[in-house]
């Protein structure tokens, strides 16, 4: 199974850009795989935010159409998410598994913080 280890969460100000990435431990099983990028805001559910297919298609949540855009390098296996114009709602642990996810293949996450 591929590990997959999120960084470059921060602390930005509302209206401010980010962008974080997603680095899986074998290139090829990355490069078929569906992705997707998931976030769990304090007290909430874990969701999704942006999903990827190997084919290259895209899908995103309604709540970050237009702000977020999903992006994929599988010659270096890595999984991005550019986020722009970010609010303090967006504010959650970032993760990225598959998609659909698989429960063994959850990593640390990393935090993204918006103040207002």
Known sequence: QVQLVESGGDLVQAGGFLNISCK???RIIFSRSNLG????APGKDRELVAATAFAGSFSYADSVKGRFTISRDN?????YLQMNNLKPEDTA?????YYPP???AWGQGTQVTVSS
């Open 24 to 26: 899986a431990s074998n």
């Open 93 to 97: 642990v970032y993760y990225c598994n």
């Open 75 to 79: 010659s270096k296996g890595t999984l």
């Open 37 to 40: 990028w998931y976030r769990r």
């Open 102 to 104: 698989l429960r063994n």
